[in-house]
């Protein structure tokens, strides 16, 4: 492939390009096209399907991660603290099945979930890396309809606080954009609070959909540092 710098000695000798300063923008503006494609290249896409312990390949050929598998550092993460109980229920209403057409998952992504019973919660690690994210939970109520409450928390954040769970066999998914994570590894943390004013608490999920977002896109400060400094010493 070739790279900047060789685009950049290509460019130098075309007399059309009468300007250096025009040149110099021009392969500066390049750079930061490069670098961003650098970026996009290594976009992060990590799934997790609550209540199973195998991995699930969806209709589109994704594949979710279980979210019974415990936390560690070589893979995609994993449940913290305490292992998370487990149950399923395979029935979605009509209108359940349509919402999870059109939004694009599959019916058996909500059957399941991993809860925990209050006041224990639902905790998961994700190594997601450093950067922004956009996270997209879902969940399949079958057993407490309309009187489960609890909050979502996502890297300390209350993102969605008194939260109560739909209708009987019905799902719900909530979109949480630009979740900026610092440390490598964005933190889950779903607990039942009584504020909500349920009286099931215990919190749960049946997915976890984290990608990077559209907000993350940077060039690389280093690389570009280096190849700007390139592009100075040919002129």
């Not at 900047?4 to 503006?29: A, D, E, Q």
């Not at 900026?180 to 590894?185: E, T």
């Amino acid at each position: 492939m070739i790279d900047l710098y060789s685009i950049l000695r290509l460019l130098k000798g075309v007399n059309v390009m009468r300007s250096k300063y025009f040149l110099i923008f021009t392969i500066f503006s390049l750079a930061l096209i490069f670098l961003g494609q650098e970026v996009i290249s290594k976009k992060v896409e990590i799934r997790v399907r609550g209540g199973h312990v195998n991995e699930f390949k969806d209709s589109k050929g994704r594949i979710w991660y279980p979210g019974q598998k415990e936390y560690s550092k070589g893979d995609w993460g994993g449940w913290i603290e305490q292992l998370p109980q487990t149950a399923e229920v395979a029935t979605l209403t009509p209108d359940a099945k349509k919402t999870a057409e059109e939004a694009g998952y599959d019916e058996p992504l909500f059957y399941a979930v991993s809860w925990a019973a209050f006041p224990i919660t639902v905790k998961h690690d994700i190594n997601t890396g450093s950067g922004i994210f956009d996270v997209t939970y879902l969940v399949g109520e079958h057993w407490s309809p309309n009187n489960r409450g609890y909050d979502i928390f996502i890297e300390g954040e209350n993102v969605l606080p008194l939260y109560v769970t739909p209708g009987n066999n019905e799902i719900d998914i909530k979109k949480f954009e630009g979740i900026q994570v610092k440390d490598g590894v964005m933190n889950f943390d779903f607990a039942g609070n009584a504020k909500t004013g349920k009286g099931d608490l215990n919190a749960m999920f049946s997915g976890l959909e984290i990608v990077t977002s559209k907000y993350s896109v940077e060039p690389n400060d280093d690389k570009l540092t280096a190849t700007w400094g390139k592009i100075k010493a040919s002129y």
